[in-house]
């Protein structure tokens, strides 16, 4: 190995650390600079088909695709190993099983989730965090379904799926849900009308701050299909098999998930970076404020839209964007030119509501619904498998199955 390189070390194969990844392979030339990329496991995951995962509407390995199939192993050093700490002032990443020099720095971790502190939701609650958690979940929901169907007195809320939180991942999720459960009634001969799927969001409407008519649509829709939403009600605590609401009513169930927040990864806070609800408000070019050579990127970034002055949307479109700006800048610090501000491309945002419907905008006003949409949705998710790995990955990974 040549050491004279600059080797520019990326953190978290998520969809931010991959695109970087790829782009940076496209803009340097092997004599440029080492590249190397770390991530817990050897594959990268669909974070968007996580909820899927989850109601178990597609399997494991469709949302899932190995790094070394997208990623040249040639041209890119694979690191399989978690990240306990950056060490900024010595440039160094400590692992569990070692720790990486760097001249540069891309932190692309991803998320965690954020219980709010709500009593008992750690302990009590299923995430959609990672594929092995929605695959628990899955698999408990099913096993929730045989169990009922095998025991004499078997209480009917075991049958119950309650969902905490409204915000765009909890509909995504009971979406799929409408779908699944209605199969296992069938698989397991169980009357429809004794598996409850429930939706709580302490907020007045679920979908805070989406267009009211789009949300409107999303309510009624799946209202149709059996889902209940108890909007505006507080989650004052999470029981083994129970919210608590408002201090005083109780809702069972025999699965509860909880998707009501996330947060930046907690090795940010670990590696002493200033945060704002564990994330780092980067500067415009997506470099940590006072750390010219370290670039946050996705779920740990706060990047700031001038003109409203608030942040971005922290979504996957927006993470795939960032992986340009940041490749662009990383190329120009090894070349001594300006670096470039981040500019987001607001495509809009489609929310899917089950296999053929869904809801949104595209080119960030124009409304959609339906098939349409779910066609849309889609066309997103195909957009990014494309854009990571070509017409191969597509054909691999790709939706392109009918309604």
């Known amino acids: 190995m040549n050491t004279n390189k600059p080797r520019i070390v ?5 969809y931010a650390g991959m695109m970087t990844t790829k782009r940076l392979t496209q803009k340097l030339n092997p004599e440029e600079a080492e590249i190397v990329l770390v991530n817990k496991h050897n594959y990268h995951y669909q974070t968007t088909w996580l909820h899927e995962v989850a109601a178990g509407t597609i399997n ?20 399989y190993d978690s990240v306990v700490k950056v060490k900024k002032d010595e440039k160094r990443v400590e692992l569990e ?9 891309v932190v692309a971790l991803g998320f965690e989730t954020n219980t709010f502190g ?18 628990h979940i899955n698999e408990h929901i099913e096993y929730q379904f045989a169990k009922y169907n095998n025991e004499e007195n078997a209480e009917d809320h075991s049958l119950n799926i309650l969902v905490g939180g409204g915000g765009f991942t909890g509909i995504e999720f009971v979406g799929e849900l409408a779908e699944k459960v209605p199969k296992l009634c069938r ?10 799927i429930i939706n709580v969001e302490a907020a007045p409407s679920i979908m805070p701050g989406f267009d009211e008519d789009l949300v409107d649509y999303a309510r009624k829709s ?4 059996g889902v209940e939403f108890r909007e505006g009600a507080k989650i004052s605590e999470c029981k083994e098999d129970a919210f608590v609401i408002n201090d005083e009513e109780e809702i069972k169930a025999g699965t509860i998930v909880w998707t009501g927040g996330v947060t930046g990864n907690s090795v940010l806070g670990e590696s002493g970076f200033e945060l704002t609800k564990g994330k780092v408000t980067v500067e415009d070019t997506l470099q940590a404020p006072g750390n010219e050579n370290i670039f946050v990127l996705g779920d740990c970034a706060w990047v700031m839209n001038k003109e409203d002055g608030k942040p971005y949307p922290p979504n996957a479109q927006g993470a795939i ?11 120009a610090l090894l070349h001594g030119e300006s670096l470039e501000p981040f500019v987001f491309d607001n495509k809009g945002v489609v929310a899917s509501l089950g296999k053929s419907d869904a ?4 080119f960030s006003d124009k409304k959609l619904y339906g098939k349409t949409a779910a066609s849309m949705k889609k066309v997103v998710d195909n957009r990014y498998i494309l854009m990571l790995g070509g017409p191969k990955l597509f054909l691999k990974k790709g939706k392109i199955r009918p309604f």
């Open 118 to 135: 709500i009593k008992g939701m750690k302990e009590n609650a299923f995430f959609i965090q990672d594929v092995d958690s929605c695959r």
């Open 321 to 331: 964007q960032h992986a340009t700006t940041c490749a662009n800048n990383i190329k």
């Open 222 to 225: 799946l209202q149709e299909r």
């Open 359 to 362: 809801m949104g905008t595209v």
């Open 10 to 14: 990326v953190l978290g194969a998520g």
């Open 187 to 196: 698989k397991y001969d169980i009357d429809p009308a004794k598996a409850r």
């Open 97 to 105: 099983n070692g720790e990486l020099e760097y001249d540069y720095l």
């Open 60 to 79: 494991t390995n469709q949302a899932r695709v190995m790094i070394s199939d997208v990623i040249n192993p040639d041209r890119v050093r694979l690191v």
